[in-house]
Structures are given as C-alpha cells and as structure tokens.
C-alpha cells in the first residue's frame, strides 16, 4: 500500500511533532525534511571553513550520507540558519528531490514533513496539512525546547531568528513555503498539539 502525508508549515508550528504522532498511529515511516538541508547546511559551512557557497552547497547535496545526517548536531540555531540560506538554491533542492519522492511512494505509507512537500515533492500526496500558528506562540515554543537543551538565549532573539527564517523560506522563487490549494489548515495557536493529531488522524483514515 502507498499513501502519502504531506505536512508543510513555518518553524516551530508543531509539525515535526504532528508527523511523528501521526507515523506512529498508522506505522507509516516518517521524513523530517528538514533535517536533509540542516546536514547540507552544516557540511557546507564546514567545508568552506565558515562560508556556503552556492556550488559547493549543490555538490554536498547531490551526494549527502546517512552519518552526515547523524554527524552533527542538526537541531542547533546555526544549523536552522545555514539550512535556509542552503535551501533558496534551486540545484540543492534538485539535489533532495528524488531522494524525497522516493521515500513518499515507499510501500506501507510515509508522512513528510517540510515546506514544499504538498506543493512540489508530493502534489500528489493522499493527505496534505498546512500547520502553522501566531509567531509568538511559536517563538515561546521553540524558546522552551532551546532552554530545555541548556542553551542561553532569549525569547526576543527566538522571535527575529524564526522571523528572519520564515521571510527568507516564504519570500525565496524556488519552492516558497506557502499553503497547497488542497492542503487543510491546522492552525496551532489556540488548538493543543494532540487535539491536532487527532483532527489529522480522523482525516487520514477517512481517506484511507
Ligand atoms: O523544518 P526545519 O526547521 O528543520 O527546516 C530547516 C530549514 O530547511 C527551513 O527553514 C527551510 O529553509 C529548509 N527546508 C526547506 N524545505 C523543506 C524542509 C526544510 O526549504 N522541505
């Protein structure tokens, strides 16, 4: 059986969260996109000693391992930043691609997680979420995650960061984040995390 989720949505909206939930409810095997341009991000920066420069970049993307993915410490606020200056360049994202559509169409469903999936890796994809929330709760979000880890930061500096991202992942010309005609909105703000999952899984198995 193929089936594919797609979950697209601003940084710290709860999508990651909503994904693993849901992969593991209907044992279907997840992807967190965004863990492949934080690798492609970090093993940029370091193989040009602190610079990413668009050609390398294409090149560490055509040919990312698995221990790269395990290698670094992907959740870190320079892998977040060098991620999304990594993914405004078209030949990194063709790069990921096949890997990605690959991994939608394998046997006993998949749920991905990303900011194009619904629109270019998967428009095809049985289920599309757009999950979001206000910038605030997001911010607060990410900031208690951060904290958790030990790392010293301020609420204030957590809010331009994932501000700055957004606009740079919404305003870029190759595969914008932006929501799919026939994606259905879970809108975090107000709505506690399980309450979505519930809502996706309701949805899934009504299409399933
Ligand atoms: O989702 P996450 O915050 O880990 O993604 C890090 C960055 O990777 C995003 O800010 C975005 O620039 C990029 N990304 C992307 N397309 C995806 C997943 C992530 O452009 N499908």
Known sequence: MQFTVALDGPAAAGKGTIA??????????????????????LKTLEQGHGIIDPARAAAVAGKLQDHDIQRFDLRSAMASRAASKVAVLPEVRKALLDFQRVFAKREGGAVL???????????????????TASDEVRAMRRFKELEKQGAETSLEAVL??????????????????????D????????LSIDAAVEQAAMLINKKM
């Open 160 to 181: 331009m960061d994932l501000q700055i991202r957004d606009a740079r992942d919404s305003g870029r010309s190759t595969a914008p984040l932006t929501q799919a005609d």
């Open 20 to 41: 693993r939930e849901l992969a593991k409810q209907f044992k279907f095997a997840h992807l967190d996109t965004g863990m492949l341009y934080r690798a492609v991000g």
């Open 183 to 190: 994606a259905v909105l879970l809108d975090t703000t107000d």
């Open 113 to 131: 997680d990303g900011r194009d999936i619904g629109t270019v890796i998967c428009p095809d994809a049985e289920v599309k979420f757009y999950v």
